[in-house]
């Protein structure tokens, strides 16, 4: 089992920037990919970026030269850091880990979701 807690969420003015964190707790072990996943009302749900245990990243085109995702080994901690913020970027992101097999990724553990609010 694997425990997944997020923080810092919250409302932030377009041009800002915001920093999401997910620290894992238990068996984590099982892991070796993590990832960053958002959904706004009306929406279906995006994967905005991912990184590997050997620290290879990816993004969605939206975000890309915008968003950094990286991790703290030391500190069974992934983060998110959001810069240049736009009104579009407002949804409830959620921490996501997982295995990376061959070309195929499977994210078996959700965390709480944290809300992002970006005003105009």
């Known amino acids: 089992q694997v425990q997944l807690v997020e923080s810092g969420g919250g409302l932030v003015q377009a041009g800002g920037s915001l920093r999401l964190s997910c620290a894992a707790s238990g068996s984590i072990g099982s892991i070796n990919t993590m990832g960053w996943y958002r959904q706004a009302p009306g929406k279906q749900r995006q994967l905005v970026a991912t990184?590997?245990?050997?620290?290879?990243?990816d993004y969605t085109d939206s975000v890309k030269g915008r968003f950094t995702i990286s991790r703290d080994s030391t500190k069974n901690t992934v983060y998110l850091q959001m810069n240049s913020l736009k009104p579009e970027d407002t949804a409830v992101y959620y921490c996501?880990?997982?295995?990376?097999?061959?070309?195929?990724?499977?994210?078996?553990?959700w965390g709480q979701g944290t809300q992002v609010t970006v005003s105009s």
């Open positions: 990184i590997t245990s050997a620290d290879n990243t």
């Open positions: 996501a880990a997982g295995t990376l097999r061959g070309l195929v990724r499977s994210f078996n553990y």
